[in-house]
């Protein structure tokens, strides 16, 4: 089924670069590519899109499922570099978050921190040699708590997408830090209302000790079920607006066209 899916997501790039040439001249292309944290129904990215101003054109490429291995390997990245070169546009950014199916104990799409590393050189290379700027997100959190403190388990890719950013003087924005900062702060009863779908009474009950529960594999329709990863519209909304300022942050040119 996911490669099902991922072929027609890109088929669907493809028909965007093949029509490009019709589309209005506008100032900047912002294209999102990640996973699920950031693809709609699922992640940020929409809503990340529509808070930038009517001169950007913004298009959400994050594919559930996908790590820096597998987004290459299913053909996707190949379809976003040819709908990058195409005209009419000025400026292209492409903002690249993966982490979350990098982890161990997902074939075909796991990878070590070394090979992570250097495949996010890669698409950074790659990205330029075509003429957009890349731009490094570390993953989103998880929202998973024990004792009150969140699980911070992805703070080793966090941490070498950071030094990539560093190492290719990259644009990077750190979304790992602020969401987990942000969380935190918040705490788990609060962190389960940015969730897809309402969570169990065990779910309830186990964040009113500062603890997470361990959930059972979710049964259709998916997109309803609550779970610690994935957002609903407030999640959504909320770490968009997370992305934003960062953006208006590291990166001014573009970012003073997006809301925070």
């Avoid at 559930?64 to 597998?70: E, I, M, P, Q, R």
């Avoid at 602020?178 to 309402?198: C, H, I, K, V, W």
């Amino acid at each position: 089924m996911r490669s099902l899916i991922a072929g027609a997501v890109v088929s669907s790039v493809l028909v965007l670069a093949a029509t490009a040439n019709t589309v209005q001249v506008t100032a900047a292309r912002v294209v999102l590519v990640g996973d699920s944290t950031v693809a709609p129904l699922s992640g940020y990215g929409d809503a990340l899109c529509q808070r930038f101003a009517p001169s950007v054109t913004c298009l959400n490429l994050a594919q559930n499922g996908t790590s820096t291995l597998s987004y290459r390997v299913s053909g996707l990245w190949d379809a976003v570099l040819t709908l990058i070169t195409k005209p009419p546009y000025t400026r292209s950014y492409v903002l690249i978050q993966f982490g979350h199916n990098d982890q161990p104990g997902k074939p075909g799409r796991s990878t070590t921190l070394e090979e992570y590393a250097g495949n996010l050189k890669r698409y950074v290379r790659e990205a330029r040699e075509v003429g957009a700027q890349p731009v490094l997100v570390t993953p989103l959190s998880r929202r998973r708590f024990e004792d009150g403190e969140l699980v911070r388990n992805l703070e080793r890719w966090a941490e070498a997408m950071r030094v990539v950013a560093a190492e290719t003087e990259t644009p990077l924005l750190d979304l790992n830090r602020d969401s987990s900062a942000a969380l935190q702060e918040m705490g788990p009863t609060e962190a389960n209302t940015l969730a897809r779908g309402e969570p169990p009474l065990e779910a309830v009950a186990a964040a009113l000790d500062g603890n997470s529960v361990a959930l059972p594999p979710p049964a259709p329709p998916v997109r309803l079920v609550f779970d610690y990863t994935h957002l609903g519209p407030k999640g959504a909304e909320f770490f968009a607006a997370i992305v934003a300022r960062e953006l208006r942050a590291e990166l001014p040119v573009l970012g003073r066209r997006v809301t925070p």
